[in-house]
């Protein structure tokens, strides 16, 4: 069955930079994008940005363009997030999900399981 | 604040009929299919509804999705006490380039 499963839990200080990985398996690593989704505490999700894994074409969400990358490794099929510069509201649990294309529009199926990231002084 | 409305909570009774709306604007709702999550606590979310009213394999028939205008609509009937859970209503918006989700609605079964 498909299964994206993600690395562990991360503390970091404000300032530093996390990497946060998503190993797939149980379909095509390469006929399919993947997008980068966080919720923070109570809150609702917030999508990040998405990366064509056939090609490496990426797509940054808005105001979080400047302190992120999202790349994959073929060889290994996974792919990784990392955000740099972190602050206190960057606090949040990362998810990756399978970006699924229809003839018209798109979905996400299925979700890896989750990274929390801590922001703590 | 997100950029899709969802009321914060929703309630119902065991094999009561609930409704949740997601409202949107001209820019995502307005030109885009409505994609349904569902987050039971603790773990990911789940997709239960795609295309606006499409199931994925797996997910009973008791749920079922409507769009109409800048609006749209998750339908819950025979309410079960394992359909307790938060849910998440999410569009492409032409504007931000990029997707949007609503604040979520936690669902309560009495």
């Known amino acids: 069955q498909v299964q994206l499963v993600q690395s562990g839990p991360e503390v970091k200080k404000p300032g530093a930079s996390v990497k946060v990985s998503c190993k797939t398996s149980?379909?095509?690593?390469?006929?399919?994008?993947i997008s980068w989704v966080r919720q923070a505490p109570g809150q609702g999700p917030e999508w990040l940005g998405w990366?064509?894994?056939?090609?490496?074409?990426?797509n940054y969400a808005q105001g979080i363009e400047g302190r992120v990358t999202m790349t994959t490794d073929t060889s290994t099929s996974t792919a990784y997030m990392e955000l740099r510069s972190l602050r206190f509201d960057d606090t949040a649990v990362y998810y990756c999900?399978?970006?699924?294309?229809?003839?018209?529009?798109?979905?996400?199926?299925?979700w890896g399981q989750g990274t929390l990231v801590t922001v703590s002084s | 604040q997100s950029v899709l409305t969802q009321p914060p909570s929703a309630s119902g009774t065991p094999g009561q009929r609930v409704t949740i709306s997601c409202s949107g604007s001209?820019?995502?709702?307005?030109?885009?299919?409505v994609n349904w999550y569902q987050q039971l606590p603790g773990t990911a979310p789940k997709l239960l509804i795609y295309?606006?009213?499409q199931r994925p394999s797996g997910v009973p028939d008791r749920f079922s999705g409507s769009r109409s205008d800048t609006s749209a609509s998750l339908a819950i009937s025979g309410l079960q006490s394992e359909d307790e859970a938060d849910y998440y209503c999410?569009?492409?918006?032409?504007?931000?380039?990029?997707?949007?989700f609503g604040g979520g609605t936690k669902l309560t079964v009495l």
């Open positions: 999900t399978r970006e699924i294309r229809g003839t018209y529009d798109s979905w996400f199926d299925p």
């Open positions: 149980g379909y095509i690593f390469t006929r399919y994008d």
């Open positions: 990366i064509s894994v056939s090609n490496g074409d990426t």
């Open positions: 001209s820019s995502n709702i307005g030109i885009n299919t």
């Open positions: 295309s606006d009213n």
């Open positions: 999410a569009a492409w918006d032409d504007s931000l380039n990029g997707w949007v």
